[in-house]
């Protein structure tokens, strides 16, 4: 096997394991209590990240065996094998988790079916398309992969970082495609935004109607990200690292609110 292919299989299959990891922990925490708000919003970034590295995997190809398998996992079916609604969240993430460990079979080479080419090129997401800087929105897309798979990894520190400095180039853009006129009726301070606080740009993005109130939930660690220069020195929880991830989201959706 090609030693590119064979890199890129490993990585795949170590990515998997964070997801399948991560999946046997929300399952759990749904299962003791399907209301939890918090579980609820880490299930929905679970399943948009098991989306997209399955959608990877698929080659881009919703007829995919696999992409296939993942679009039945959020339908329950009736006896008669009709799909219908009101699959349980826990149900849903333990089918979701089932995909996931066919892919790993499928990499591993350990079932009957084709073996999943790692090295075909899906169609690039399109996460960042309400980027206005062009140039910048290739850049956010590979920080943010690297974001995702830091975080499965474990090294909460750098997937932090990270996804911080995702946060602050796409409402940094934001600010300036408003322009500095618009911005100074929302109270903004004068000089350049370049020159502005990563608190400041959140802040002045809220008044503005950029970006609604998720920010607030930003854990402290996240609003001093400048100040940790050596991510690998930084000490940060999973659950700061996570929330700081699940931040990011709700303000991509403020910024895209088609998507």
Same mark, same amino acid.
């Given at each position: 096997?090609?030693?590119?292919?064979?890199?890129?299989?490993?990585?795949?299959?170590?990515?998997?394991?964070?997801?399948?990891?991560?999946?046997?922990?929300?399952?759990?925490?749904?299962?003791?209590?399907?209301?939890?708000?918090?579980?609820?919003?880490?299930?929905?970034?679970?399943?948009?990240?098991?989306?997209?590295?399955?959608?990877?995997?698929?080659?881009?190809? /919703?007829?995919?065996?696999?992409?296939?398998?993942?679009?039945?996992?959020?339908?329950?079916?009736?006896?008669?094998?009709?799909?219908?609604?009101?699959?349980?969240?826990?149900?849903?993430?333990?089918?979701?988790?089932?995909?996931?460990?066919?892919?790993?079979?499928?990499?591993?080479?350990?079932?009957?079916?084709?073996?999943?080419?790692?090295?075909?090129?899906?169609?690039?997401?399109?996460?960042?398309?309400?980027?206005?800087?062009?140039?910048?929105?290739?850049?956010?897309?590979?920080?943010?992969?690297?974001?995702?798979?830091?975080?499965?990894?474990?090294?909460?520190?750098?997937?932090?970082?990270?996804?911080?400095?995702?946060?602050?180039?796409?409402?940094?853009?934001?600010?300036?495609?408003?322009?500095?006129?618009?911005?100074?009726?929302?109270?903004?301070?004068?000089?350049?935004?370049?020159?502005?606080?990563?608190?400041?740009?959140?802040?002045?993005?809220?008044?503005?109607?950029?970006?609604?109130?998720?920010?607030?939930?930003?854990?402290?660690?996240?609003?001093?990200?400048?100040?940790?220069?050596?991510?690998? /020195?930084?000490?940060?929880?999973?659950?700061?690292?996570?929330?700081?991830?699940?931040?990011?989201?709700?303000?991509?959706?403020?910024?895209?609110?088609?998507?």
């Amino acid at each position: 096997m090609d030693e590119s292919l064979r890199a890129q299989i490993e990585t795949y299959l170590s990515h998997l394991d964070g997801l399948i990891r991560r999946g046997l922990q929300l399952r759990d925490e749904l299962a003791t209590d399907p209301a939890n708000g918090s579980a609820m919003a880490a299930t929905r970034a679970w399943q948009e990240d098991c989306g997209v590295t399955i959608n990877q995997l698929s080659g881009g190809s /919703k007829a995919h065996w696999l992409a296939r398998s993942f679009s039945e996992g959020f339908l329950m079916r009736s006896e008669q094998g009709h799909a219908v609604e009101g699959a349980a969240p826990a149900d849903i993430v333990k089918r979701l988790i089932d995909v996931l460990e066919q892919a790993v079979a499928s990499l591993s080479g350990t079932d009957d079916r084709a073996v999943i080419s790692a090295s075909s090129q899906a169609p690039p997401p399109h996460r960042f398309d309400f980027v206005h800087n062009i140039e910048l929105r290739p850049v956010v897309e590979q920080a943010y992969i690297d974001s995702r798979l830091a975080l499965e990894q474990g090294d909460y520190g750098p997937a932090l970082l990270t996804t911080c400095g995702i946060l602050e180039a796409i409402v940094t853009d934001a600010l300036e495609y408003k322009g500095p006129v618009a911005l100074a009726s929302s109270g903004a301070p004068t000089g350049k935004i370049a020159d502005w606080s990563f608190d400041t740009r959140l802040a002045v993005a809220e008044k503005a109607g950029l970006i609604r109130s998720g920010c607030a939930r930003l854990p402290d660690v996240a609003r001093r990200y400048r100040d940790h220069g050596d991510s690998q /020195k930084t000490t940060v929880s999973e659950r700061d690292a996570r929330r700081t991830g699940q931040v990011l989201h709700v303000v991509m959706r403020d910024l895209d609110p088609g998507r």
